[in-house]
């Protein structure tokens, strides 16, 4: 089946700060999307993104299908950004990043 | 109405218990899921039912019993688990093929 990494698997950030989380999948796809699941269990969906570029308020996320990739960024990082990222291919998981913003 | 609710929200069991998880959905979806998390894990889907048939079983063991009632209820019977079954138990739900699942708060089950 088709495989699915996250990276980095934890970061920590001071609040204000930008990053970048990535997604590698190992074939081509037709359903992608980023979740943020926070501390309580509940699993939000952020982007439908097989390909193409989304922007949600700080959020926003880029595919390249063609070079299998995916990244999430977060502007401006707040405290309630904490939680785990996930990207998910095809209905499968990948391991997440766990993130921590920083007051 | 955006919402996929599970009941209970909390359930204890011991070994011997049967006992079912509870889904429902009022979005007009079709397809309804499964998934199992671990502490500290990435859900893992369990089961997918496609307009009320199964369509997908990830090799779950037969203590998992998935029913799929109507198009809104979506149900996981549980028989003679083992305490390494305790986890998060996620139900979603979406139209079939490409679309966005939506995903209840899910039920925490331990297993005694």
């Known amino acids: 089946g088709i495989q699915v990494e996250q990276s980095p698997p934890d970061l920590i950030l001071q609040e204000g700060a930008n990053s970048t989380l990535r997604c590698n999948f190992s074939?081509?796809?037709?359903?992608l999307q980023w979740f943020h699941q926070n501390p309580w269990g509940q699993l939000i969906n952020l982007f439908y993104i097989p390909s193409g570029t989304k922007q949600n308020g700080r959020l926003s996320a880029t595919t390249v299908a063609t070079e299998r990739y995916s990244l999430l960024y977060i502007s401006s990082s707040q405290t309630t950004d904490s939680g785990v990222y996930f990207c998910?291919?095809?209905?499968?998981f990948g391991a997440g990043t766990r993130l921590t913003v920083k007051p | 109405d955006t919402e996929v609710t599970q009941t209970p929200k909390h359930l204890v069991m011991g070994m011997t218990n049967k006992k079912s998880l509870k889904c429902e959905q009022h979005?007009?979806?079709?397809?309804m899921y499964w998934y199992k998390q671990k502490a500290k894990k990435p859900p893992e889907l369990m089961f997918v039912?496609?307009?009320?048939?199964?369509?997908i079983n990830e090799s779950v063991p037969s203590r998992f019993s998935p029913e799929c009632p109507n198009s809104s209820l979506l149900n996981l019977h549980l028989h003679a688990l083992q305490p390494e079954d305790s986890a998060l138990y996620l139900c979603a739900s979406s139209q079939p093929g490409l679309a966005v699942p939506y995903f209840g708060p899910g039920t925490r089950l331990t297993v005694t």
């Open positions: 998910a291919v095809e209905q499968r």
């Open positions: 979005m007009g979806h079709r397809a």
């Open positions: 074939d081509s796809v037709n359903n």
């Open positions: 039912y496609s307009y009320e048939k199964l369509s």
